[in-house]
């Protein structure tokens, strides 16, 4: 079992950077891999960026491709969501989700992910 943690989020302009953090606690944390999702008011959730236990392969959202980088500390067992050139349409509560090594059907389904965090928030200003 794992338990994650967001941080990072905030309120920033048009343009700016964030830089979202996912903190995995437990025995076997750097076993997971591990996927950012967002939700914004009135809308589903939507996949992100996904990176694999491993940190060889990484997944992005058409929208965010070019923008954010996901990427993991092993060693820290924290995975990073570093978000450039953020959109008004990038406001979200963003969430971390992971699953034991890999996932059973896609990294951008949320239903492949077994453990998640409680969210942080994202609100770019136009």
């Known amino acids: 079992q794992v338990q994650l943690v967001e941080s990072g989020g905030g309120l920033v302009q048009a343009g700016g950077s964030l830089r979202l953090s996912c903190a995995a606690s437990?025995?076997?944390?750097?076993?997971?891999?591990v996927g950012w999702f967002r939700q914004a008011p009135g809308k589903e959730r939507e996949f992100v960026a996904s990176?694999?236990?491993?940190?060889?392969?990484?997944y992005y959202a058409d929208s965010v491709k070019g923008r954010f980088t996901i990427s993991r500390d092993r060693a820290k067992n924290t995975v990073y969501l570093q978000m450039n050139s953020l959109k008004p349409e990038d406001t979200a509560v963003y969430y971390c989700?992971?699953?034991?090594?890999?996932?059973?059907?896609?990294?951008?389904?949320?239903?492949?992910?077994?453990?998640w965090g409680q969210g942080t928030q994202v609100t770019v200003s136009s």
């Open positions: 437990g025995r076997t944390a750097s076993s997971y891999s």
């Open positions: 989700a992971a699953v034991y090594k890999s996932w059973s059907s896609s990294y951008d389904v949320s239903d492949s992910y077994d453990y």
């Open positions: 990176v694999t236990w491993t940190g060889g392969s990484t």
